[in-house]
Antibody
């Protein structure tokens, strides 16, 4: 059974940093691109970033470029999102999702909440 | 970036009736070399992550009831629920995966009348 479990969320002050992780199991992690999607409270989905199978190609939305870094460790079946210079507008539930066939997100974790507030 | 715009923002439909949700992309997401539309539909119920319903604009994922159907091409797409059931109450999102940045529509909230 495919499982994705996010961790690392919490309360952080504006300007602070946080590192999210996503533990994957039940599939060959190293064969799939992976994606982070976020959802602000009461709002819609926002695609954040994705990364290729080898971890050497990634794309991100303009609003997080230069602040967020997506990475993966295929030996540990783990996906990370390093978030720096956090802002109030980064407050959201962050989901990791498995990406297949050009960008379809077929499995999602339950999400982890990041709250940026003083 | 491609902007995805859904309409309406919210929709109230009676049980057993048809529900139609529209999605428009700011540029064509039809890839000419394979004649495929890079458009997906997701369903999100309260407190749950999204679930992939339809890929390539019209291909239902395994296990998705056949009352759900997708149509459209180029820039205009539609998700139709032929006979609304109580378990279909959710927010529905379209997503394009034509470009490297895969944008979502703003969502359409579907409720029962």
């Amino acid at each position: 059974e495919v499982q994705l479990v996010e961790s690392g969320g919490g309360l952080v002050q504006p300007g602070g940093s946080l590192r999210l992780s996503c533990a994957a199991s039940g599939f060959t992690f190293s064969s799939y691109w992976m994606t982070w999607v976020r959802q602000a409270p009461g709002k819609g989905l926002e695609w954040v970033a994705n990364i290729n199978v080898d971890g050497n190609v990634n794309y991100s939305v303009d609003s997080v470029k230069g602040r967020f870094t997506i990475s993966r460790d295929n030996a540990k079946n783990s996906l990370d999102l390093q978030m720096n210079s956090l802002r109030g507008e980064d407050t959201a539930v962050y989901y990791c999702a498995r990406h297949y066939s050009n960008g379809l997100l077929d499995y999602w974790g339950q999400g982890t909440l990041v709250t940026v507030s003083s | 970036d491609i902007v995805m715009t859904q309409s309406p923002d919210s929709l109230t439909v009676s049980l057993g009736e048809r529900a139609t949700i529209n999605c428009k992309s700011s540029q064509s997401i039809l890839y000419s070399s394979n004649n495929k539309n890079y458009l997906a539909w997701y369903q999100q119920k309260p407190g749950q992550p999204p679930k992939l319903l339809i890929s390539w604009a019209s291909t239902r994922e395994s296990g998705v009831p056949d009352r759900f159907s997708g149509s459209g091409s180029g820039t205009d797409f539609t998700l139709t629920i032929s006979s609304l059931q109580t378990e279909d109450v959710a927010v529905y999102y379209c997503q394009q995966y034509y470009t490297t940045l895969h944008t979502f529509g703003q969502g359409t909230k579907l409720e029962i009348k």
